[in-house]
């Protein structure tokens, strides 16, 4: 059984993966309008304060959740949830840096086993290094009895 | 009621609900905007052969409902913070419906605090969370 301490100890805090971006105008309007919004600020290109709605936000910490150096727990990892806190809009066009590091790691026990619970935290951030917003992203692993 | 300030609302009351588009034309446009295209996100059969009951809807689609249902609500909020737990899965083509309810109110700083669901149509909650947003004072 894999010590959650050891994990934390190791793998917490730590940036293992920066990615750039550069929103386009066209993506983000597609995906606000299928979620149904309506406001300008979201599906108006040349709207003044035309900015990412938080699900595209989130969709750019898709990819590499984990360090390359973490244990194999025995799962796939699950998509348990996302959360966002947004600090000033996320605009299109605009060189972005998102980088990624273990927020925090926990375990839960139930009748059929341990589930390990890590949340991803990736930091946005623009080419003036203004903190943009931050993404949480939960996985779930049902840790397999030998590891 | 139409919710222009922080005034405007009450401890309590539930937002309107909202039935969003999980056709499958639209949730694999979504899919496909956010670079995660494929069999499980675009097509029932080849979703089906993954052993998937069908096409899923992305979980990230499910927050953006939620904050449509926001801004459907109130036009001028801004969303400071919101966390969604993705319960299990929702699939493309199945109706699902939004409700949410306000749980604080302060009115020097114009935050409200929401707790909302998404159900399929068997009434099964598939993704709920909570929300932090600002009004206007």
């Known amino acids: ?147 | 009621m139409s919710i222009t300030t922080i005034h405007d609302v009450e401890f309590g009351a539930e937002l309107p609900t909202f039935v969003p588009d999980t056709s499958l034309a639209n949730t694999s446009q979504f899919a496909h905007a956010v670079g995660w295209g494929g069999g499980r996100f675009e097509d029932h059969e080849r979703a089906r052969k993954e052993g998937l009951p069908g096409a899923l809807v992305p979980g990230i689609m499910g927050m953006g409902f939620l904050t449509s249902t926001i801004h459907n609500w109130c036009p001028a909020a801004t969303i400071e913070h919101i966390d969604t737990v993705f319960r299990a899965p929702m699939l493309a083509d199945d109706p699902c419906i939004i409700g949410a309810v306000v749980t604080d109110i302060d009115e020097d700083t114009g935050l409200v605090e929401l707790d909302m669901t998404l159900k399929n149509s068997a009434d099964e909650t598939r993704v709920f969370g909570t929300a932090r947003v600002k009004l206007p004072v």
Do not use: W
């Open chain 1, 1 to 147: 059984m894999v010590d959650i301490e050891e994990l934390k100890a190791q793998f917490l805090h730590r940036d293992f993966d920066t990615r750039e971006f550069i929103l386009e105008p066209g993506k983000m309007v597609t995906v606000a309008q299928a979620c149904g919004e309506q406001q300008p600020e979201f599906t108006q290109p040349q709207h003044p304060d035309f900015q990412a709605s938080p699900a595209f936000i989130c969709s750019l910490a898709s990819g590499r959740h984990l360090p390359i150096d973490f244990p194999s727990l025995g799962g796939i990892p699950m998509d348990g949830g996302k959360a966002i806190t947004c600090h000033a809009p996320v605009k299109a066009g605009v060189n972005l840096v998102g980088k990624t590091h273990l927020h925090d790691i926990y375990d839960k026990k139930g009748r059929s086993g341990r589930m390990i619970l890590i949340v991803a935290r990736m930091e946005i951030y623009d080419d003036n290094n203004t903190h943009l917003a931050t993404t949480d992203s939960h996985m779930v692993i049902r840790e397999r009895s030998d590891t």
